[in-house]
Structures are given as structure tokens and as C-alpha cells.
């Protein structure tokens, strides 16, 4: 194992209630009512732009300008949202600085760079990751590999050898980001902090029920097998 790549919301941060009650309140005010049972089963997973572009995309007066207003408003309702509030799940932290003292780690990720770095700050985290990459980083997001393609580009110029792809562990919460890892030719390992492990299997490698059961000599037998 020479690196690990973790998704952030769903795995890291205990964020996604909040950015649905962001999404939620944002699209309130255009008329158009997200329940959570839809916010879960259809658009987890997706960038901000990706959700708004999902369900504008029967709204011809949705241009891209228009998207991009939304997903402004978003930032600043989730800002207020997670104001003073640790967002991260319990043993992330522990988890976070265990990897990092043993492999280089990086973050890939739909969520926006400024949203990532302003819970990390928060936790004295972001000199953990050797690379950070967020939702403006990308021109295809989840479930596309791209993502964790730069995260993994980063980690290579970081360390000045090239790392191989089936050396580095991703570690998701959704399909989306199993299917992403998986096509960027990584390991994949599941935590059921979102979904339960029965949606899951099939798409990673090893499924855990959260990164404070995260064993890093199991994700370095997934490197070797």
C-alpha cells in the first residue's frame, strides 16, 4: 500500500444531513420541495453543480450562470449550517492521523475545496493530506474516475515516483464514489455510515462500519492480494 485516497462527505464528515437541509432550503426558495429519501437515493454523490444541473434539467432557465448562483447560495446556507459545529464522525480525526503517519493520504471528493479545508482547519487536519481535491478541480465528477485520477497525479508529483493505482486504497461511502475509485484502477473499501452494507458489497474490495474501525494492516492485504 503506498497511499490512501478518502472521500470526504459520508466518510470523514458527518456533513450530509447538513448539505441536504442546504440543498433543501436553496431549492425551497425556487419552488421545488427535495425530500431526503430522494436526496439520498438520487443524489448523493454528486457535486453541487451536478445536483442543481440534475433537477434543473427540465428548467430551460437554468443556464449555467444560473447554476453556478445556486450553488453559491448553497455554500453560504451550509457555511451558517456548520458554523462553530464539528461536522466530523467520531474516531475520523484518530483515523485520519493514523493513515497519515503511515502512507501518504489524500482526499477526492464532489464537496467544494473551500467547504473540505474550513472543517479540516477546524480540526487541526489539512496538514494530514498530501492532496486535497474537491468538486472545482475536475471536469467529471463522481461516478466518473476522474477525481481520484488527479488525486492520485498529485500524490505522484508529491512523491516523485510513480505510484501505481492498484497501490492506493480509496475508502467511500456510496456507490458513486466505489464505482469512481474502481475505474481509476484503486482498491475500494466501504464504510456503512451512509448506506447500508448490503448496497454496497459487490462494489468494494472490504466494507467496515466506520473509520474508527479502520485497520490499516487489512487495507494494505487488499494491496498484496
Given at each position: 500500500m503506498r497511499a490512501i485516497v478518502f472521500d470526504f462527505d459520508g466518510v470523514i464528515a458527518n456533513s450530509e444531513p447538513l448539505h441536504f437541509r442546504a440543498f433543501r432550503d436553496v431549492l425551497a426558495e425556487e419552488g421545488i420541495t427535495l425530500t431526503e429519501a430522494d436526496y439520498y437515493a438520487v443524489y448523493l454523490g454528486f457535486s453541487d453543480a451536478g445536483v442543481f444541473q440534475a433537477i434543473g434539467a427540465a428548467r430551460d432557465a437554468w443556464t449555467p450562470a444560473y447554476i453556478g448562483g445556486l450553488v453559491a447560495r448553497k455554500a453560504v446556507r451550509l457555511e451558517a449550517l456548520e458554523r462553530d459545529v464539528s461536522v466530523l464522525f467520531p474516531g475520523a480525526a484518530a483515523a485520519v492521523r493514523r493513515a497519515a503517519a503511515a502512507v501518504p493520504i489524500a482526499i477526492a471528493s464532489g464537496a467544494r475545496g473551500a467547504e473540505i479545508r474550513r472543517a479540516l482547519e477546524r480540526e487541526n487536519l489539512v496538514g494530514c493530506f498530501t492532496a486535497i481535491v474537491a468538486a472545482e478541480d475536475t471536469p467529471l465528477s463522481k461516478p466518473a474516475p476522474d477525481p481520484y485520477l488527479r488525486a492520485l497525479a498529485l500524490l505522484r508529483a508529491a512523491r516523485?515516483?510513480?505510484?501505481?493505482?492498484?497501490?492506493?486504497?480509496?475508502?467511500?461511502?456510496?456507490?458513486?464514489?466505489?464505482?469512481?475509485?474502481?475505474?481509476?484502477?484503486?482498491?475500494?473499501?466501504?464504510?456503512?455510515?451512509?448506506?447500508?452494507?448490503?448496497?454496497?458489497?459487490?462494489?468494494?474490495?472490504?466494507?467496515?462500519?466506520?473509520l474508527e474501525s479502520l485497520d490499516l494492516a487489512a487495507l494494505a492485504r487488499l494491496c498484496s492480494s
Open positions: 516523485g515516483d510513480e505510484i501505481a493505482a492498484s497501490d492506493c486504497v480509496a475508502i467511500e461511502d456510496s456507490r458513486w464514489g466505489l464505482e469512481s475509485a474502481r475505474a481509476a484502477g484503486m482498491r475500494t473499501v466501504a464504510v456503512t455510515q451512509t448506506y447500508e452494507a448490503s448496497a454496497l458489497t459487490g462494489a468494494a474490495d472490504l466494507v467496515i462500519e466506520s
